[in-house]
């Protein structure tokens, strides 16, 4: 079993839909999670960081961890086309541990 | 948020030539960074952590010989892989763990080699 589980999808929505992206993690000692994106071609881009449970709000974007099921998940409200990348979830329990990726979705939003 | 930057972007060899990556931190001080491979519509793959002034410590069916990671300093790694062949080709990308606007410390990549191999 992966540490972090991420359905590659693709994920195809229309232009304002609310998006919803998750991951599953086993580890129990993972404490921070972040959601990077990461458009063709390009370098992953450090989106959400959140600690340990809750709730984390950013513009559009809000990230929810629930370390009680050991779920992660990554919304995306009124979608634009710019949003199309790949979206990376990723964990570790902090200090120097090396950080754990799911596979990555990849979201389309057409106009 | 704090800045990685990679030369060159991109880079075609022949085969059996050696290719050197520069990974830099730009606007802070990375002790640790960490190098990557990803194929296409693939996730990323660690190939090896390195810390600066100390050898870099090398992921499982890595081989250390041919990836070749030098730290020398708090703002520069680099990445060479010695004896390139075309399975060799990929995206490398470099990661520095550093301190955000918040002071939370967390990983900033930067923006990808893209490396073919003739």
């Known amino acids: 079993q992966k540490e972090v589980e991420q359905d590659p999808g693709p994920l195809s929505v229309p232009e304002g839909a609310i998006v919803s992206l998750n991951c599953t993690y086993s580890?129990?000692?993972?404490?921070?999670f972040m959601w990077y994106r990461q458009y063709s071609r390009k370098g992953p881009e450090l989106l959400m960081y959140?600690?340990?449970?809750g709730n984390k709000e950013d513009g559009r974007f809000t990230a929810q961890v629930d370390k009680s099921s050991k779920y992660i998940s990554l919304f995306i409200r009124d979608s634009q086309p710019s949003d199309s990348a790949t979206y990376l979830c990723?964990?570790?329990?902090?200090?120097?541990?090396?950080?754990?990726f799911g596979a990555g979705t990849r979201l389309a939003v057409h106009p | 948020g704090a800045v990685v930057s990679q030369h060159p972007s991109w880079v075609i060899c022949k085969s059996g030539t050696s290719v050197k990556i520069e990974c830099r931190s730009l606007?802070?001080?990375?002790?640790?960074m960490f190098w990557y491979r990803q194929f296409p519509k693939q996730s990323l793959m660690l190939m090896a952590t390195?810390?600066?002034?100390?050898?870099?410590?090398?992921e499982q069916g890595v081989e250390k010989d041919k990836f070749l990671i030098n730290h020398a300093s708090l703002t520069l790694s680099t990445l060479t892989v010695t004896s390139a062949h075309p399975e060799d080709s990929s995206f490398y990308i470099c990661?520095?763990?550093?301190?955000?606007?918040?002071?939370?410390?967390?990983?900033?990549f930067g923006p990808g080699t893209r490396l073919l191999v003739l």
């Open positions: 990661s520095a763990r550093g301190t955000s606007g918040t002071g939370r410390e967390t990983q900033y």
């Open positions: 580890n129990s000692a993972f404490q921070y």
């Open positions: 959140t600690y340990s449970s």
């Open positions: 990723a964990s570790n329990s902090g200090g120097y541990n090396k950080l754990i």
């Open positions: 606007d802070f001080q990375a002790t640790t």
């Open positions: 390195s810390n600066e002034g100390s050898k870099a410590t090398y």
